[in-house]
């Protein structure tokens, strides 16, 4: 990136869990960012668990340990996405919902200024429809967390230019992240085989062939997986989970995509992983 795009803040769209951890992951390589998100309450609340994302990193050794943090704004006004070096969109895996922060994107900045979405199962060509703007927009798949995942899946659509894809590459090689270039399709390449492998370990579970320790244990030792599937599906979280392979089956027709039942009643229940505190497995007993 140019020396004028290192200095303008990069705009996070989305303080969720994804949201936090690229924040996270953009502050500590000492960028600004300007995070966007329209729950004021969330907002309030997400500072704090970006500092916990960065005391961790930093234990981890996943951060640079010199200098001083990018400066953090947080606002609910999309037109705070004006003036920024790209914009990164992290709401929920949900078309509707990201196409409109994707749309708002493009109407706060100017052309040329690269749309990021971290999407794990969308087509970006699809998302691009609803920007006016194809030829900036780029996925890049983040993997949870993005602080201490170094390589990324970056998704080029069949309308995206080469310069926002030369920009991405930039902006990801000055973050440290390795970038492996993927073709266009609904859920890429690693959400493609994760989640229906998840989805298959799910339903081994609920059929009562296995506990989902059993499961994990043997896609661990057995196979090299290294938490597990079901470890995995709680830390992405079940309603994720849920939302990515219901694009999948819709986009594939794949029935091993969709959705089983128990995946279903969990989400119902709220249990939807770490950040519920329950999901496959019971986090609640490791807090404080």
Do not use: W
Not at 117 to 129: G, Y
């Amino acid at each position: 990136m140019t020396r004028d795009q290192v200095d303008r803040p990069l705009a996070v769209l989305g303080a969720g869990v994804m949201g936090a951890g690229i924040t996270a992951l953009l502050l500590g390589h000492r960028r600004p960012v300007v995070l966007v998100d329209t729950d004021a309450s969330r907002l309030d609340r997400v500072r704090a668990e970006i500092s916990r994302h960065l005391r961790l990193a930093r234990l981890m050794g996943a951060l640079p340990r010199e200098g001083t943090d990018g400066e953090l704004v947080t606002s609910t006004a999309p037109d705070a996405m004006a003036g920024a070096a790209a914009v990164i969109e992290a709401v929920t895996e949900e078309t509707a919902a990201k196409a409109k922060a994707l749309s708002d994107a493009a109407a706060a900045t100017a052309p040329g200024t690269p749309l990021v979405s971290n999407t794990s199962s969308i087509p970006i060509d699809e998302l691009a429809r609803g920007t006016g703007r194809p030829e900036d927009l780029v996925g890049v798949h983040f993997m949870n967390p993005p602080y201490l995942i170094a390589t990324v899946e970056v998704v080029q659509g069949p309308r995206t230019a080469p310069a926002a894809m030369a920009a991405v590459r930039g902006l990801l090689a000055d973050l440290g992240r390795r970038a492996v270039v993927v073709g266009d399709g609904p859920g890429f390449v690693t959400s493609r085989i994760l989640h229906r492998m998840i989805n298959d370990a799910a339903r081994i579970v609920a059929e009562g062939r296995a506990s989902a320790e059993d499961v994990d244990t043997l896609l661990q030792d057995c196979l090299g997986h290294r938490t597990g599937p079901l470890r995995t599906a709680d830390l992405i979280g079940l309603d994720n989970l849920v939302d990515s392979l219901r694009v999948l089956h819709e986009r594939t027709g794949d029935d091993g995509c969709r959705p089983c039942d128990l995946l279903l009643d969990k989400v119902r229940a709220g249990d939807l992983g770490r950040k519920s505190g329950r999901g496959f497995y019971d986090y609640l007993e490791a807090r404080p």
